[in-house]
C-alpha cells in the first residue's frame, strides 16, 4: 500500500471537514444527491463516451496502482546486472542462458535471450526501446480515463450549480428569503464537489500514475543499458559506475558501499 497516496486522500478529506465544522456548518449541509448524481455522475458519464468500453472497465486496475507501492528494487537489478557482466566476461555470454529463467522481469529475460542468441546489438536496442515505447504509450492511454474525468467534474459541477440557479429563480416570486438563500446553497454544492472530484482525487490519481509510468521506465531504460553494456563486453565496473547514474546520490552510496 502507498502510504502516501493513502496519507494524502484521507488528510484531504479531514481538513475539508474540520473547515466545514469549523465554519459552523454541519456534514449534512454539504449533502445533496441530486448534486451528486449531476456532478460525479455526470463526469463519469462524460469520461465513459470519450473512451471505449474497454477502458471503462479496466479504470480499477489502473487505478489500484496508484495505491500499490513499486516493489521493483533498482540498486538490486544493477547489481544482478553487473554480476551477469563479470560472470559473461569469465565464461562467455552463452553462460547467462541457465540463468535467464531466474529472472523476474520479462523486460529483462527478453534482452538476455536476445545477447545470448547473438542478436546485433543494434537490433537489440531497436527492439527493447520499441517495446518501452509501447510501455509509455499505454500507460498513457490508462491514466487518460481519470485526466478526462478530471477536466469534466468541474463541467459538471457548474452545470449543477446552473441547474440549481434555475430552480431557485423559478421559485423566486414567492418571497420568502430563507429559501432563496437555501437554494443558492444547495446550487453551490455542486460546485463544491466538482472541484473536490478533480483537485482530491481525480488530477492527483493522474500525476502519481505519471510517476508511477516515470519509475518503470527508468527501471527498463536501466534494463537495456545494463543489457547492451553486458553484450559488448563492458569491465563489470564500468557496468556499474553506468548504471549507477540512474540512482539517486544516496542510493549510489549504498551501491557503492555494497560493492566495496
Do not use: C
Not at 145 to 165: C, H, I, K, R, S
Not at 226 to 239: A, C, M
Amino acid at each position: 500500500m502507498d502510504i502516501a497516496t493513502v496519507i494524502g486522500l484521507a488528510l484531504g478529506l479531514a481538513l475539508m471537514l474540520l473547515g466545514v465544522v469549523s465554519g459552523g456548518l454541519s456534514l449534512t449541509d454539504l449533502i445533496d444527491i441530486p448534486s451528486v448524481m449531476i456532478t460525479f455522475g455526470g463526469a463519469a458519464a462524460g469520461t465513459i463516451i470519450s473512451f471505449p468500453w474497454t477502458s471503462t472497465t479496466g479504470v480499477g486496475a489502473v487505478t489500484k496502482k496508484a495505491f500499490q507501492t513499486p516493489t521493483f528494487d533498482l540498486p538490486n537489478l544493477i547489481t544482478t546486472l553487473v554480476s551477469f557482466s563479470e560472470k559473461a566476461r569469465r565464461e562467455g555470454l552463452l553462460a547467462l542462458e541457465d540463468d535467464i529463467n531466474e529472472l523476474p522481469e520479462e523486460f529483462l529475460k527478453k534482452g538476455i535471450q536476445l545477447v545470448v542468441d547473438g542478436t546485433d546489438p543494434e537490433l537489440v536496442r531497436n527492439i527493447m526501446e520499441t517495446e518501452i515505447s509501447n510501455t509509455a504509450q499505454r500507460h498513457a492511454y490508462g491514466r487518460a480515463w481519470w485526466d478526462a474525468y478530471a477536466g469534466f467534474a468541474p463541467g459538471f459541477g457548474m452545470l449543477g450549480t446552473l441547474v440549481g440557479l434555475v430552480g431557485m429563480l423559478k421559485n423566486l416570486g414567492g418571497g420568502d428569503a430563507s429559501a432563496i438563500g437555501q437554494g443558492m446553497a444547495t446550487a453551490l454544492i455542486t460546485t463544491l464537489y466538482g472541484s473536490l472530484a478533480q483537485n482530491l482525487f481525480a488530477a492527483p490519481i493522474v500525476r502519481k500514475l505519471t510517476r508511477r509510468s516515470e519509475d518503470e521506465l527508468v527501471i527498463k531504460q536501466v534494463m537495456v543499458e545494463g543489457t547492451l553494456s553486458i553484450q559488448s563486453g563492458d569491465n563489470p565496473r564500468i557496468v556499474k559506475e553506468k548504471l549507477a547514474s540512474f540512482l539517486t546520490p544516496s542510493e549510489r552510496a549504498a551501491l557503492k558501499d555494497d560493492g566495496d
